[in-house]
């Protein structure tokens, strides 16, 4: 036998012996002879799990191992929203492993048909990424609440205890001197109106001199972080019932300028994606595919597919992404960031003076029209819009009365298609969207008609209609686009003229299949509306919607809020939520009291005290500055969940506004809903323990990339770790609203809340009296149950519990198409529906629109100024309407901080899960090389980035593609 001495004297003698002496115990039992600690299962494959699956060698078939579970949900570990097969120990319930649904669209391109045995799915895994993997750190974080959490101290201080929960659901619905147990002086005498309070005055006004204001009880705000669909709709059910407008997604602090842009050109519809697998070549803005962008692994997968057919594509950013830009069919354009707009409209302004935009698809003014040429969807480009100033309705789009045309009357004309032209269009059905209404010029006599009634219409137009100076929408984007020059706008964006021209020229070669897309990059800017306002319209020029390898809007969802139960409707609630939002979303200010009374003693309006947003929703930023200053009214109880804003929105950390939040005077009663103590959730009155996604319910319809319809369903597949109520149910989000309104008498709640299809009242005492009723109705959408679950599904998956502890919840009939869905993780249609020939499977039925008159009739609610209702580049601005580079002179603070999200990391709740810190432990001040030499940097370097509001420690990473 070869002992330790004689090791070492073997190494010494080839050399190295003296690097290892000092670690010869480590060393002697790094030789795979040797044994230390605890055996090891096998000597191969030392501790490795043992497979979920069992394979007979006899028959070649698969049988589950009865040691293990396994279960399909959906994955939150990004927005992706992966599909996820969850491996589990039979006999202690504990996760063991995380996989991806091979049923699933978002984990294989060839995802299994719904019909597909358990046992037969073994041979076909499904993938999930890293941060997928690590969802079950997630589940058993050490720092995990169970119990819920009083403060004891003043905010922040860090001091708390736990409290029962029917002392905390007492404390917070009865409110008045709940801290008085606490050391904090500023709390101690301090009457906490709660809920019961609030919603008594829910017939009082906010504001008895403002009544748009609307009631007292929008004292209450809902501030949430990634709460998604059916959980936010179960959410704002709790708050319709209570009587407030004020529940709030982060939308704004994520990408609420690209779904602005998006629904401006794609009424309707918050999101468009490209046909990826169908396409020819594509335009990547600001998001790169492999790293960004969701489902982030969908995409990569279907480019690096795409690419090894000849796909092209380019990837525009100021930052190089790692596995974005590979091989000859691939390419990195290096921008400035926020300039995005600039190099579209460049583009746009070349496409349109070189006639390499589609103008028979824009002369269609009409929905018939579109259809009998073969088109599959149609635009705005030749409807008028009045464009002089004086005008009463400048901006807007010319009407029939002011074009002297007559009213509408009986049914509006329609142009018929030929046998051959409707087989193109076979099961399109479109809407005009009100083309009746709009004018245009025919293109035949010269005269202005309805545009339902023109057959071809003038693309290029500027006139006067009746009186009226107008322009057609096409000519307005023409002019905005030759506001400045190929050269001004390379200038501005640092792309050089040739290469702009270049990829004008290669995205109108390619027909139908080019797209262009982007997401929050060009989006996460003060201009981020107007960037992607431009981008959508090379997609428009080119008339991609709805055809293979161009542009489509998914294929949507399968209802959970309609069918066998009605989940919309609130039994016994007879009006809803009014009054202006407390972020003043969706409101315009000019129809405010504050507007007026200015108005009235002879003022400007102009500024607002804090801006007001008529376009946009989820206004997430403004909660806590506005709660703060008051504007345009306190609040009472303000509810986080899953919310960092301290962390997640720019400015919000600063010492100044958290020393007024710690005040209880600006907003009395904060509770927190969290599965930890967070960097935000810190400064609670109260934390409640939540689920996490592996032990809560949610419905999520299909991303847009996918192309085909189905539903998600994330649902409890192991028993949550928090805490139960005395009558067993664990603590979660939902268990506090539904106790919060059982003691309130809240519609909607309580043994008569939710009605089926033959109007009988269920009951809604526990979270699965909705979420079952929710998947039921997925189970029997459009007239069509799923197949009722085998007896290998409800083996496999062990559903028999989940039945037996809900029983009351669901009829009889449904429970066996409810447990198939699932079975399955949710319910999704076949793969080929995404395409039918030539065109996409589900088009976006709508008019695309080149201009947006609701943009255009409208004010910056700051400046007083008059938005565009056309794609512009507009450089990026402050509220006031200073230019970026005015504020921060580029002498004194000679660089530019931008940011990314990497992939292995989302926002603040991965920076727990262990195992993703060992691939990165942490981020880098990345720096290029350039920049790095000029101020003699090196890797890993200790340095403090400071701006003219903060500073912030890290180490260096020189690098290249910055």
Not at 856 to 881: D, M, N, V, Y
Request: proline letters at 6%.
């Amino acid at each position: 036998m070869v002992g330790r001495r004689t090791v070492l004297q073997l190494l010494a003698a080839g050399g190295v012996g003296a690097g290892f002496a000092g670690n010869y115990d480590v060393l002697w039992h790094m030789i795979p002879f040797n044994d230390r600690g605890k055996k090891a299962k096998n000597r191969v494959w030392g501790n490795s799990d043992e497979p979920e699956w069992l394979l007979d060698s006899k028959t070649g078939k698969h049988r589950i191992n009865s040691k293990f579970i396994l279960r399909h949900t959906t994955d939150l570990q990004c927005h992706s929203e992966c599909g996820l097969r969850v491996k589990i120990d039979r006999e202690n319930g504990r996760i063991v492993r995380i996989m991806g649904n091979p049923y699933h669209k978002n984990c294989r391109e060839d995802y299994l048909l719904y019909s597909t045995a358990l046992s037969d799915s073994a041979r076909f895994p499904g993938t999930v990424c890293a941060r997928g993997n690590a969802g079950l750190q997630t589940a058993y974080d050490p720092y995990r609440l169970t119990v819920p959490l009083k403060r004891v101290g003043p905010r922040g201080s860090g001091k708390w205890k736990p409290i029962e929960w029917e002392t905390f659901i007492d404390e917070v619905v009865d409110g008045g001197k709940i801290f008085a147990d606490t050391d904090d002086p500023a709390s101690k005498d301090l009457a906490v109106l709660g809920f019961r309070g609030l919603h008594a005055k829910r017939k009082e006004p906010m504001d008895p001199d403002a009544p748009e204001m609307g009631p007292r009880t929008n004292g209450l705000v809902f501030q949430g972080g990634r709460i998604k669909k059916s959980r936010l709709d179960f959410v704002k059910r709790f708050t319709n019932a209570f009587g407030t407008v004020n529940a709030f997604e982060h939308t704004n602090v994520c990408e609420v300028s690209h779904h602005v842009a998006t629904e401006a050109v794609y009424p309707t519809r918050h999101a468009v994606k490209p046909d990826v697998l169908g396409a020819e070549f594509l335009l990547f803005w600001g998001t790169s595919p492999g790293d960004a962008n969701f489902p982030m692994q969908t995409l990569g997968r279907m480019v690096a597919q795409a690419r090894a057919k000849g796909m092209r594509y380019v990837c525009i950013d100021p930052v190089l992404h790692r596995g974005s830009v590979i091989g000859e069919f691939a390419e990195w354009v290096p921008i400035k960031p926020g300039t995005d707009g600039a190099l579209a409209m460049a583009m746009v302004r070349w496409i349109l003076e070189n006639k390499r935009y589609d103008e028979d698809y824009l002369g269609h003014p009409n929905r018939d029209v579109a259809l009998q040429h073969g088109e599959l969807s149609h635009t705005d480009a030749t409807h008028l819009v009045i464009v002089d100033p004086s005008h009463d309705r400048f901006g807007a789009f010319l009407s029939l009365d002011e074009a002297g045309l007559a009213p509408i009357t009986g049914k509006p004309t329609r142009f018929e298609a030929t046998e051959t032209e409707w087989d193109m269009a076979k099961g399109l059905v479109l809407t005009n969207e009100g083309d009746e209404a709009r004018v245009v010029i025919d293109a035949a006599t010269g005269h202005p008609g309805r545009a339902n009634e023109v057959f071809s219409a003038v693309i290029d137009y500027e006139g006067v209609v009746a009186g009226v100076r107008v322009k057609s929408a096409f000519r307005l984007l023409k002019e905005s686009a030759l506001e400045y020059s190929l050269d001004e706008y390379s200038e501005a964006c640092g792309v050089p003229v040739k290469k702009i021209i270049d990829l004008a020229r290669e995205f109108t070669s390619h027909g139908r299949h080019a797209a262009c897309e982007f997401y929050r990059g060009p989006a996460k800017h003060p201009n981020g509306f107007y960037n992607g306002f431009a981008i959508h319209m090379l997609n428009v020029l080119v008339g991609n919607c709805n055809w293979r390898g161009g542009i489509g809007a998914g294929g949507g969802h399968y209802d959970w809020n309609k069918g066998r139960y009605d989940l919309k409707k609130i039994p016994g609630l007879s009006t809803k939520p009014v009054g202006v939002p407390l972020s003043r979303e969706g409101v315009y200010y000019e129809r405010s009291t504050e507007y007026r009374k200015k108005k009235e003693a002879g003022k400007n309006p102009y500024p607002a005290k804090r801006p007001w947003f008529p376009h946009t929703f989820n206004v997430y930023s403004e909660l806590l500055p506005s709660a703060i200053e008051r504007y345009p009214y306190g609040i009472d109880i303000l509810i986080w969940h899953m919310a960092t804003p301290l962390y997640s929105v720019p400015g919000q950390g600063n010492e100044e506004l958290i020393e007024k939040l710690k005040d209880p005077k600006n907003i009395p009663l904060i509770i927190a809903s969290d599965i930890v103590v967070g960097d935000t959730s810190m400064y609670a009155d109260y934390v409640l323990p939540d689920t996490t996604f592996l032990e809560r319910w949610v419905h999520i319809g299909m991303h847009e990339l996918t192309l085909v319809k189905g539903t998600s369903v994330r649902w409890p597949v192991i028993e949550p770790l928090t805490g139960k109520t005395r009558d067993g149910r664990h603590f979660s989000l939902e268990t506090f609203l539904i106790d919060v309104a059982e003691r309130l008498g809240l519609p909607g709640f309580g043994d008569k809340a939710i009605a089926d299809k033959d109007g009988k009242l269920w009951p809604l005492h526990r979270r699965e009296d909705y979420y079952l009723k929710a998947t039921a109705n997925v189970a029997f959408a459009d007239g069509e149950p799923v197949p009722p679950a085998s007896a290998e599904d409800m083996e496999v998956c062990d559903l028999a519990p989940i039945k037996e502890r809900y029983i009351d919840a669901l009829k009889e009939e449904e429970w066996p198409h409810v447990m198939m869905v699932l079975a399955r993780g949710g319910r999704f249609e076949r793969a080929e529906s995404a395409w039918s020939g030539e065109r996409l499977g589900h088009p976006y039925r709508h008019r695309l629109n080149l201009y947006s008159e609701s943009v255009a009739t409208a004010r910056h609610s700051i400046t007083g100024e008059r938005f565009r209702g056309s794609p512009q580049w507009l450089p990026p601005k402050t509220a006031e309407g200073f230019g970026i580079d005015a504020i921060d002179k580029a002498e004194q603070w000679p660089l530019q901080v931008l940011t990314y999200k990497g992939s292995l990391q989302t926002h603040s709740r991965l920076c727990s899960n262990y195992v993703l810190r060992e691939i990165q432990p942490s981020n880098w001040v990345e720096i290029s090389t350039a920049s790095a030499n000029e101020m003699g940097l090196r890797d890993n370097d200790e340095v403090w980035v400071v701006t003219p509001h903060g500073r912030r420690k890290g180490r260096i990473k020189v690098r290249e593609g910055l």
